[in-house]
T-cell receptor, first 115, second 111 residues
């Protein structure tokens, strides 16, 4: 078990460009989450999938943000027309969906810097 | 919307002392309460968790208590060590997949 894997770990992009982050969850986990974290704050929930279904996306920060999980395995988070305010760490996490309490395991995050 | 308040935001203790971090949540549907430790530049790591059918859980130097009536839960670290220095986050989750995190506590353990 290699844990939750995120790529790239660091991305510097110019304002207005599009960026895409990839997340590979723990293999037997059917739930996958995306969060954003800025300095001094806790992870801010963006969206999550159960298998390939996106069950919650109202927290995505704007219509420039979108996420996919086409085959219920890996997921991508895309930010279009990046703005400086998008600079943050984007965290992916995964869990099971059964029982009380679904332990969420995080990846190491993808740092985005928009210049 | 759902909210998790975490206190204190910073905590400094002497090595060997105890540290206590408290969180209060608002969503009554929350039934799972994990605690994470985050070191600089890394993702949060789960250190302990508690489910709503349990009032207290202990794992070596770390313990967590839950009071569902009052909607608050606490992390207790005993015999603190310098390597415990990090940012700690609490979270409240529901079965529907909603998760809300506190804003973190920066713990510094002085040798």
């Amino acid at each position: 078990d290699t844990g939750v894997s995120q790529n790239p770990r660091h991305k510097i992009t110019k304002r207005g460009q599009n960026v895409t982050f990839r997340c590979d969850p723990i293999s037997e986990h059917n739930r996958l989450y995306w969060y954003r974290q800025t300095l001094g704050q806790g992870p801010e929930f963006l969206t999550y999938f159960q298998n390939e279904a996106q069950l919650e996306k109202s927290r995505l920060l704007s219509d420039r943000f979108s996420a996919e999980r086409p085959k219920g395995s890996f997921s991508t988070l895309e930010i279009q027309r990046t703005e400086q305010g998008d600079s943050a760490m984007y965290l992916c996490a995964s869990s099971h969906s059964t029982g009380i309490g679904n332990t969420i395991y995080f990846g190491e995050g993808s740092w985005l810097t928009v210049v | 919307g759902e909210n998790v308040e975490q206190h204190p935001s910073t905590l400094s203790v002497q090595e060997g002392d105890s540290a206590v971090i408290k969180c209060t949540y608002s969503d009554s549907a929350s039934n799972y309460f994990p605690w994470y430790k985050q070191e600089l530049g890394k993702g949060p790591q789960l250190i302990i968790d508690i489910r709503s059918n349990v009032g207290e859980k202990k794992d070596q130097r770390i313990a967590v208590t839950l009071n569902k009536t009052a909607k608050h839960f606490s992390l207790h670290i005993t015999e603190t060590q310098p390597e415990d220095s990090a940012v700690y986050f609490c979270a409240a989750l529901t079965n529907a997949g909603k998760s809300t995190f506190g804003d973190g506590t920066t713990l510094t353990v002085k040798p």
